[in-house]
């Protein structure tokens, strides 16, 4: 611990933490967003698959962007030594409109197999309708037959428990999924109790006015510990902030917390999760600076 | 998991922010009550007024109570009532 001198103040800057933000959509960010992030320590950032602001009209329209993903966007961020990974699938929003989000299902696996694809993502749950359930339904049965990882969203406000708790009871019950190949995004204080108990991963969100606070997050590693959590900006075209992990790695550092301890939530987890997927192709920074020797 | 600061040190951070999120509140039910037309029917307005009392209760999961507050319930029967 690096405390100061005089009681009751410490040193924020301590060793520098490389950190990975598993869930941020950068291709709604601009590129000074990669470069402050490069100056923060990020060295990969995973971007799942998710709603454009508006519907798009085609499968063609998701081809397009599955394009952007799987190779322009990763080369912009490796422009800033970041490495770029991505997650497929049509977004709970736009699963209303079953007969496109059918024909998107059947164009994935074209991508699959390209670098950094890391697997189906983020499906989950908006308005917590029978058309998003069975459109979930169909992406989890994508996932099994073709052994994928997952990336669950979670609903917003008032729709999140029960949707949470929908989710939890599709997933528990397919005999075929592995729960530490799953990660439910956007957990808070209702619902990270039920992700963990059922042996899935949990993703906190940072978001300035809705989802979770840095400071709420670290309640939630205090009360729960820090095993199968994760911290995300999952930053996008609205109102959110791309480095919200810096922020709450200084919130673990104000609350006197270890740097075993945060390195593991914002490095070693994500990590840990990724590798599981066969195309998590990652290479950690201490061994890019032995490489530029 | 153990916790690093204390309660008091812990309270010696909070006291100040935590005393201008209630003013923020209390200014903001002000705010609505100054204006014309009583929202005291809308179920907005009684959720909130249920939610400060969750707020001043006892206990170690206030956080969680005031989220299940404003949440949907779930109902475990939903994939029957759908056939899903």
Known sequence: ???????????????FVYYIDPHIHMVSRTTDDYLTLAKMGCVAVSEPAFWAGYDRRSADGFRDYFEQLTSFESQRAAAY????????????KE???????????????????RAGVLGIGEIGLNKNTRNEATIFLEHLDLAMKTDEQILIHTPHLEDKYQGTRMILNMLTDDSRINRSRVL??????????????AGFWAGMTLYPVSKCTPERAVDMIEQY????????????WGPSKPTAVPDFILEMRRRRHDEQTIRRVVYENPVEFFSQSRNFAFTPPEALQIAER | MSIPNSGQRTLDREYLPVRAKILEIAASLDRVERAEGSP????????????????????????????LHFSRPYDELWREEWDI
Not at chain 1, 87 to 92: D, E, F, P, R, S
């Open chain 1, 1 to 15: 611990m690096n405390c100061g001198a005089k009681s009751g103040t410490f040193s924020l800057a301590r060793s």
């Open chain 1, 81 to 92: 030594g970041i490495q770029h990974f991505t997650w497929l699938c049509i977004n709970a």
């Open chain 1, 95 to 113: 699963a209303e409109n079953v007969s496109l989000s059918r024909e998107v299902i059947a164009m994935i696996p074209e991508f699959l197999d």
């Open chain 1, 184 to 197: 439910v995004d956007h957990v808070e204080e209702h619902t990270v109790r039920w992700v963990l108990e």
């Open chain 1, 225 to 236: 510990g820090p095993e199968r959590l994760l911290v995300n900006s999952a930053g996008d």
């Open chain 2, 40 to 67: 005291a029917d809308d179920a907005r307005w009684q959720r909130l007024r249920a939610a400060l009392e969750i707020v001043f209760q006892q206990g170690l999961n206030r956080t969680e109570q005031l989220q």
